[in-house]
């Protein structure tokens, strides 16, 4: 099986807010892009948290998060995994630069994009104050897209 490795980070100067994923899926790392595939909501959630108008452009996605004092990163560095889902990594290396990052970034606030990308941060770089939310991914079907959309804007940028 082949070794696929994660994204650079996304992150500029004001980011405050550290949003980690597990591991970019197949259309992901076919796109070169964070949440690629257009079944995953985190690109939809975050154009209406911030009451903007949705773009399929990856340079206005951007610029959304960068605006916003946002940054996306993944726990994993590297691994071996067929197809996208979380239960199928496997060998993988931890981003265990995570810690200096956050610290040296100043970042304020760590979420996950789900309870598997905290589950991966806490097996196999430590223990850290956790804000897990709802993954955007279309495997999450616990929660429909507003119970989503809401649980994400409520903890990015709190109540109405």
């Known amino acids: 099986m082949k070794m696929y490795k994660a994204f650079l980070p996304l992150i500029e100067k004001n980011a405050r807010i550290l949003i980690l994923g597990t591991f970019p899926s197949v259309v992901s790392r076919e796109k070169g ?36 004092g946002i940054a996306l990163w993944d726990v994993i560095e590297s691994c071996e995994i067929e197809g996208s889902l979380d239960s199928a990594i496997k060998n993988q290396k931890y981003n265990e630069k995570l810690p200096e990052f956050i610290k040296e970034k100043g970042i304020e606030k760590v979420l996950f994009n789900g309870g598997k990308a905290y589950d991966f941060y806490k097996r196999g770089i430590g223990k850290i104050e956790k804000l897990i939310l709802p993954s955007t991914s279309p495997a999450n079907a616990r929660m429909n897209y507003i119970e989503k959309l809401n649980v994400w804007k409520e903890t990015i940028i709190g109540g109405d």
């Open 33 to 68: 892009e964070y949440y690629g595939n257009a079944q995953n909501k985190f690109w939809r959630i975050m154009f209406e948290i911030f009451d903007k108008e949705f773009s399929m452009d990856y340079y206005e996605k951007r610029k959304l998060i960068f605006e916003n």
